[in-house]
């Protein structure tokens, strides 16, 4: 493993990034965030890179989310300056993805959450295979989709995006084929094949030509595509309208409770588990993001972020699902009813002009 938890390699015309702590399922650290950072703009400015893939090693993950335990272990030890720093330089690098003049090729093969999200869903192709498993599972550490959930997660179809960043469900390569979180569906086995077929590809002039060399990495990708079959979550998609087009989130669980459905049963059990507060912060989160772009809404993020880590739900919720896993968070509020609306609209108010994340 390398010492910071990520390595990198050139193969032919290929930037390759290989998050590299399979031991925590990649979790995304702050050096680790620095360091690709650093290299993917030493390459921005190599001629000699056409295109960057970014993966996970280990066999389990592409990454499982950020370094939840070490921000837990910097509030405990009063390092706030961590904890500013962390959001502040991830959020940057997840804008950085979403600019990048040369293809970046996410290969989601495993599970994907969280910070690992941030550093592909963002950036141009995101390949899933039979092993991928997504989620932004936030609200039940008593936190919020963040990484710019508030700005892909209302542009799923529908309402899924607000079901997703509520509940934390897991989807698999066909839905998030449906959702449009992934680009395209490969094979797990194929992986190597694909990498070997992009770094034998003679971009050559190409590599100058962004639109050409994007048509041949297409190309490539559909050469393995592969199909995953029908989405589970589209078969509940009237539903999911229904419910989580509500207008706050306390309609949401009002149509969940009332709804004797199978779907809005095991839905309505899974969202009682996660932060009051967190939920109603996430719900105005997706419903304001869907009128920003990615800058506006990682400035907004930003300050959730630093609001988020003055609450006792976060660390609370890091407790019991990571520290003691004892799966017994004990929230703030019992309920979302209990949850003050200018308390949540709070967290969206501006932070000292010292402090505020420019873009």
Known sequence: MSDVGVKFAVNGAV????????????????????AIHHQM?????????????????????????????????????NEPELL?????????????????????????????????????VHGRYRVVTEKTMFAMPETGIGFFPDVGGGYFLPRCPGE????????????GAADCLYAGIATHGA?????VNIKQVLANTGFGAA????????????????????????????????????????????????????????????????????????LAVTFKQIREGAMLDLAADLVMEFRLSQRMVEKPDLFEGVRAVIVDKDQNPRWTQGDVGQVDPRDVDAFFAPLPDDRELTI
């Open 160 to 171: 899924i995006g607000m079901y997703l960043g509520l509940t934390g469900a897991r989807l």
């Open 41 to 77: 703009r030493l390459w921005e400015q190599d001629d000699a890179i056409s295109v960057l893939t970014i993966e996970g090693t280990g066999g389990k993950a592409f990454c499982a989310g950020g370094d939840i335990r070490g921000l837990y272990d910097a509030h405990n030890n």
């Open 207 to 278: 590599g100058n030509d962004r639109r050409s060399v994007c048509d041949q990495v297409e190309n490539i990708l559909k050469s393995y595509a592969h199909d995953h079959g029908p989405a589970p979550v589209a078969g509940h998609r009237n539903e999911i309208d229904a419910i989580f087009g509500a207008d706050n989130i306390g309609e949401v669980m009002i149509a969940l409770e009332k709804s004797l459905s199978d779907f809005s049963v095991k839905t309505l059990k899974m969202i009682k588990t996660k932060s009051p507060l967190a």
């Open 84 to 120: 500013d720093a962390f959001y502040r330089r991830e959020y940057l690098l997840n804008h950085y993805m979403s600019q990048y003049p040369k293809p970046c090729i996410a290969l989601l093969d495993g599970i994907t959450m969280g910070g690992g999200v941030g550093v592909s």
């Open 15 to 34: 930037g390759e990034i290989y998050l590299d702590r399979p031991k925590a399922l990649n979790a995304l650290t702050l050096p680790m965030v620095d």
């Open 187 to 191: 094979q797990s086995s194929d992986i």
